[in-house]
């Protein structure tokens, strides 16, 4: 599988983290790590983050996963669901956030 990150506005990357370019393919396992994305988004900033998902042959997008932090800060995974989900406004009040997604079966 490959990640392919579209837009990034505000993302942030760190020591120790891999650095993303925009519109270039990252292999990827899922079976075997999670997805970690920084970001100092703020609520309200309307910055969004999207990274797509494609086959290992990239014959075609596979879902991906989609962040809006608006006034009322949601996400999405594409391909899988047609409507976007409310995050809960408890976020932690540290401007930089680890968003970790991480498969189960």
Do not use: H
């Not at 609520?43 to 006034?71: I, W």
């Amino acid at each position: 599988m490959y990640c392919y990150l579209l837009e990034d506005n505000n993302v942030v990357i760190t020591t120790g983290w891999i650095a993303v370019e925009r519109y270039v393919y990252i292999d990827f396992d899922p079976e075997q790590y999670s997805l970690e994305i920084k970001t100092d988004s703020t609520l309200g900033s309307k910055d969004m983050v999207r990274v797509y998902f494609y086959t290992s042959q990239l014959d075609g997008r596979s879902g991906g996963l989609f962040f809006d932090f608006s006034s009322s800060p949601q996400y999405a995974f594409f391909d899988c669901t047609s409507s976007r989900t409310n995050i809960p406004t408890d976020l932690p009040t540290a401007t930089d956030k680890v968003w970790r997604v991480t498969l189960t079966r």
